[in-house]
């Protein structure tokens, strides 16, 4: 079964920064395409950011181009997302997923969350 366990989440003031790591397990990791998501209070889940198989491909949410960047390390079956300049509106429970590549392919693997908080 495949497990996908986040972690480096936690209570920051805006401005701050954070790391959240993901680690995969029970999956053919480096063939993968690794995506972050994040979940607000009241409001559907939504993509942040994701990382082709090989690190050169990377997508981000608008609203969080040039503060947020995704890393991997396919060695440690690892994926990061280093969060910078961090704003309240930010505040969410952040998700890694997996999916296979292929136009078609969903994310069918999903962590079970880490919780971010930036205060004003």
């Known amino acids: 079964q495949v497990q996908l366990v986040e972690s480096g989440g936690g209570l920051v003031q805006a401005g701050d920064s954070l790391r959240l790591s993901c680690a995969a397990s029970?999956?053919?990791?480096?063939?993968?395409?690794m995506g972050w998501f994040r979940q607000a209070p009241g409001k559907e889940r939504e993509f942040v950011s994701a990382?082709?198989?090989?690190?050169?491909?990377?997508d981000y949410a608008d609203s969080v181009k040039g503060r947020f960047t995704i890393s991997r390390d396919n060695a440690k079956n690892t994926v990061y997302l280093q969060m910078n300049s961090l704003k309240p509106e930010d505040t969410a429970v952040y998700y890694c997923?997996?999916?296979?590549?292929?136009?078609?392919?969903?994310?069918?693997?999903w962590g079970q969350g880490t919780q971010v908080t930036v205060s004003s």
């Open positions: 990382i082709r198989p090989s690190g050169s491909t990377t």
């Open positions: 029970r999956v053919a990791f480096s063939t993968y395409i």
């Open positions: 997923a997996a999916r296979p590549l292929g136009a078609a392919a969903t994310y069918g693997y």
